[in-house]
């Protein structure tokens, strides 16, 4: 049909624009935000583009679902604008036969929303918490740039360092300040290295000096030595130690505590809320002269957040034991569900109350 392929064509250009701009603009977000992570130890400043690449890739269940609800709404409201749509309702059709062609332009992205969803969103999770865990536990040693101070993970170490630069682990020209609630040490050498000792890492000075000094009496102690050993990396935490959202979907049915089943519901409620954005879109699409193009987009933003806040306050609840997890998904999902049919329905039939009053008190009025 003519007018069902012109309606695709155009949501397909408006959905490629705003998943252009909705990229750009969380990738500069994200970006700025890792670069901070990074400035601070949290992330190897050589791998931001990966985490970078991870978290973006953990947002495109969102980005993907908002660019069809404002491509659709912007292309139906542009219907009512320039009148196309009166002349598809005087044809004999109504809203309800725009389900079809929104239906058949939405369900292959739905299908790629619901794989982002349950397939790439917790290896993306566990791809860059990996990434974190595996810089944070590095040693000391390997975090130090040469020829600057910086601090340790923990933040009680300030290293300065010379690397060797033919091997990693050692070093020349050693400064380290470790400060604790109980006493000051300052110490350098000539040369230090790294030592595995089990499942632990220490650096290992070598001709060097020591001062120490003791908060509560001031006293200060003045040592030489040949060599001095000092932790530099904590124990490994166990790997298979997952949170929920770095859980696939099977491993959040095999485990079925209140966490993971807070998180199986919040996955299976952005596939839900997908589907009834199609409807909350034919709903909202229309077109008022007085208010201006852009009060249907700042309306539909507005619906697109208090519904997904409410899906993620809802995952917040069923953590704290407020709310059951598939009594909150029936009645969030299901109540937007059954308000945006309803709402179809009477714009389909155009129902007022005006109409059904006086039929209402004619019943009620005895003969």
Same mark, same amino acid.
């Given at each position: ?7 695709k064509q155009e949501l397909n250009r408006g ?174 050498? #000539?040369? @230090?290295? $790294? ?7 220490? &650096?290992? %000075?070598?001709?060097? /000096?020591?001062?120490? =000094? ?52 919040? #996955?299976? @409620?952005? $596939? ?7 409807? &909350?879109? %034919?709903?909202?699409? /229309?077109?008022?002269? =007085? ?65 059904? &009053?006086?039929?209402?008190?004619? /019943?009620?009025?005895?003969?």
């Amino acid at each position: 049909m003519l007018f069902d392929s012109s309606l695709k064509q155009e949501l397909n250009r408006g959905f490629g624009a705003t998943l252009v701009v909705l990229v750009t603009v969380v990738m500069t977000m994200v970006l700025i935000r890792t670069l901070g992570l990074a400035s601070t130890g949290n992330v190897n400043p050589a791998e931001v583009s990966l985490v970078l690449g991870f978290t973006v890739l953990g947002y495109l269940p969102t980005i993907f679902t908002l660019s069809l609800f404002i491509a659709m709404v912007a292309t139906l409201s542009r219907l009512y604008r320039d009148n196309e749509m009166v002349i598809w309702l005087t044809s004999g059709h109504g809203l309800m036969q725009l389900l079809r062609p929104l239906w058949q332009f939405n369900w292959p992205l739905i299908l790629i929303v619901s794989l982002l969803i349950l397939l790439v969103w917790p290896w993306s999770n566990q791809q860059v918490q990996d990434l974190r865990e595996r810089y944070e536990k590095r040693g000391d040693l390997e975090r130090v740039t040469p020829g600057q101070f910086q601090s340790s993970a923990s933040g009680q170490r300030v290293f300065f360092i010379e690397k060797d630069q033919s091997d990693d682990l050692q070093g020349k020209n050693v400064f380290i300040s470790i400060h604790d609630a109980e006493k000051t040490v300052i110490a350098t050498a #000539r040369t @230090g290295r $790294i030592d595995q000792r089990g499942d632990e890492r220490f &650096l290992v %000075l070598e001709h060097g /000096q020591r001062l120490e =000094r003791r908060h509560a009496t001031q006293e200060m102690t003045l040592a030489e030595f040949d060599n001095y050993a000092t932790r530099i990396s904590r124990t490994l935490v166990n790997p298979t130690q997952l949170s929920a959202k770095m859980l696939s979907f099977n491993e959040l049915l095999s485990q079925p505590n209140l966490e993971n089943q807070a998180e199986m519901v919040w #996955r299976l @409620g952005g $596939i839900l809320a997908c589907l009834n954005f199609v409807l &909350l879109a %034919l709903l909202m699409a /229309q077109f008022n002269p =007085r208010s201006g193009r852009g009060l249907q987009l700042m309306l539909a933003l507005f619906s697109f957040l208090v519904y997904t806040n409410m899906i993620n306050i809802g995952k917040a609840w069923m953590v704290n034991h407020k709310v059951t997890p598939w009594g909150f998904t029936l009645a969030l999902h299901g109540g937007v569900f059954a308000f945006a049919l309803v709402g179809i329905l009477v714009r389909h039939h155009q129902w007022s109350w005006r109409h059904w &009053l006086p039929r209402l008190v004619s /019943q009620r009025v005895p003969p």
